[in-house]
């Protein structure tokens, strides 16, 4: 069996049960949510990636721990499928074939989807800055919310991007005096939280959004006590 | 409708007549409304003989005579059953791409089944995120186009020349012109699935899909 074969073998098994038309259509809304500036894009609507079933659950007072169990449940499993979905159709896109990207891949993708929507604005300078919004995206997400501790294998798995699309699923608590009062989780993507998600994904250095990739690991791997 | 007409009759106005002084210019609410001149065209249906579903109640013998039936009805000498790449790509070239994929995503993702220039249908993943859709443009109503939500072309297609009357075949291809499945189209109750092997698939009658054995093996909520 020759090399190549090896590996897409390799990206099925580690990416088995994705769907690459669902990580492109995920790719589509998550893509449509921002113009090529990082503003937000007036006409995009709200993702659901929660079923109407686990919303209506979640809404609800006085939940059991079952209640609590099953939301978490069907929560991660959700957010894994995407993942694997989404990376799935990254790594179609940039010809990648382990499902784990490293950071010529993840920056190819972004490219192309995310940063061509004005091909004109494409000028050194401003690749320049593109490329280190970009790393720092890569950085963020590899090390699960703490750029500052870097893994010794720079990839991009799917516990790194369930990680990614949950905490774009958290959002801050306000209390009545519009004080923090810890996170909570959406069903869904909501453009107004995405554009600036988005803006703190870009930028360097410990922020809210790393904030929310740390405390999105620890759900997803059952680190709260 | 009526506003379409009334701006049209003044475009056409403002068009052939001579500019009038500010004296000659009247209301409209002098003007009688012109009577639609837009032909009401009926819609003719499709010839549809009819049929008898009788899959359940015949043997195994019987079911496999009307496989190989239809199987022959498909595959013969005279059908057009594979492209080779160039002339798949000769041939659908111009539709590889969907220039308008934000517009026609956006239009099956609200429920739009048809506009003036197409008819539309949407595919969901676990009924939530719409991830392919499918044209069939008026100009071109013998070839139904597949799409993924970045406007990329999947499958294409291709239909039999008796299409819409009963029957038709339909034959399935991928982007690179692989045929991935072929249907005979009895009538819109009744349609005979085939791989790109020739393999019998199953039957739809109505909402259900029959194997070989007569075992029900799926539904579908639309034919």
């Known amino acids: 069996m020759d090399n190549f074969s090896g590996n897409k073998t390799t990206l099925l098994n580690e990416l088995s049960g994705g769907n690459v038309e669902f990580g492109e259509a995920f790719a589509m809304f998550i893509n449509d949510m921002v113009d090529q500036d990082g503003y937000q894009n007036p006409y995009a609507k709200t993702y659901f990636i929660m079923s109407p079933s686990w919303l209506k659950l979640a809404n609800q007072d006085n939940k059991t721990k079952e209640d609590n169990d099953k939301l978490n449940e069907e929560f991660c499993e959700t957010i894994r499928d995407t993942a694997k979905s989404y990376l799935l159709f990254i790594a179609r896109e940039t010809g990648n074939l382990t499902g784990k990207l490293d950071f010529t891949q993840y920056e190819k993708f972004m490219m192309k989807y995310r940063f061509n929507k004005d091909a004109s604005r494409l000028q050194p300078e401003y690749l320049a800055e593109v490329k280190t919004k970009i790393r720092n995206a890569f950085n963020k997400i590899i090390s699960h919310g703490e750029d500052d501790k870097l893994p010794e294998v720079k990839l991009l798995d799917k516990e790194c991007m369930a990680d990614f699309i949950a905490a774009l699923m958290i959002s801050v608590n306000l209390n009545k005096n519009d004080e923090f009062d810890g996170f909570k989780i959406e069903g869904s993507i909501v453009p107004r939280e995405y554009v600036v998600n988005e803006h703190f994904l870009f930028e360097a250095g410990d922020n809210m959004f790393g904030a929310k990739l740390r405390i999105a690991h620890k759900m997803l791997n059952n680190q709260f006590e | ?223």
């Not at chain 2, 701006?7 to 409304?33: H, K, Q």
């Not at chain 2, 038709?168 to 699935?193: E, N, P």
């Open chain 2, 1 to 223: 409708m009526k506003k379409i007409l009334i701006n049209l009759f003044l475009l056409t106005s403002f068009v052939s007549c001579p500019a009038y002084a500010i004296e000659n210019i009247f209301s409209l609410d002098d003007i009688e409304p012109q009577p639609s001149t837009v032909e009401q065209i009926e819609k003719a249906e499709p010839l549809e003989a009819t049929v008898q579903f009788d899959w359940l109640d015949i043997n195994q013998a019987q079911r496999e005579g009307q496989i190989n039936h239809y199987k022959d009805l498909l595959f013969n000498e005279n059908s057009k059953i594979y492209f080779s790449g160039e002339e798949f790509k000769k041939n659908f070239s111009e539709y590889k791409k969907d220039r308008n994929f934000k517009l026609h995503y956006m239009l099956t993702n609200n429920g739009v089944t048809e506009d003036e220039d197409a008819k539309y249908c949407a595919f969901y993943y676990k009924k939530n995120t719409l991830v392919m859709y499918a044209i069939q443009y008026k100009t071109n109503t013998h070839n139904s186009f597949y799409y993924t939500a970045f406007g990329k072309l999947y499958y294409v297609d291709v239909t039999s020349e008796e299409y819409p009357n009963f029957p038709y075949t339909s034959m399935q291809y991928d982007r690179k012109g692989k045929l991935k499945s072929a249907i005979y189209f009895v009538s819109k109750d009744l349609q005979y699935m085939y791989g790109p092997n020739k393999e019998f698939q199953g039957v739809w009658y109505k909402d259900k899909m029959y194997d070989k054995n007569g075992k029900q093996a799926l539904t579908r909520t639309n034919w």
